[in-house]
């Protein structure tokens, strides 16, 4: 059986934010996924603004090697499909994303209905 990959990101706060990192907030939920997950904690990003980070995270290259070096440069869609959930879908499984994806300011992604939502096995990436 293979297993349920789960990838969460978050913008705008600070990386010890979590009750896992031994703050005082509260956040069972995500306290039990990390300790019962994979959990990477020495993550720096490549670029200070969301659109080239976000490409480098689904890429795994530097923003000048993807070219999308800021904020309103599209992410190259056959770049972004050699990427890990590109491979992923490959590979058989279904793929997607929630919230805010901004691998692209040009073009309109198709929405499933269900906020900024995006399953790779009903609509096209680009």
Request: contains cysteine.
């Amino acid at each position: 059986m293979r297993p349920n990959i789960l990838l969460i990101t978050s913008d705008q706060q600070r990386g010890d934010c979590f009750g896992f990192e031994g703050r005082r907030v509260k956040t069972p939920h995500l306290d039990l996924m990390a300790q019962q997950g994979t959990r990477f904690s020495a993550c720096i990003t490549p670029n200070n603004v969301c659109q080239p980070a976000r490409a480098s995270i689904l890429t795994g290259l530097l923003p000048l090697t993807h070219g999308a070096w800021d904020n309103g440069i599209d992410l190259d869609p056959k770049v972004g499909a050699a990427g890990f959930a590109g491979q992923f879908s490959k590979a058989g499984y279904a793929t997607g994303l929630i919230g805010k994806a901004h691998f692209s300011t040009k073009h309109n992604i198709p929405m499933t209905g269900m906020g900024r939502t995006w399953a790779s096995s009903t609509s096209s990436w680009w």
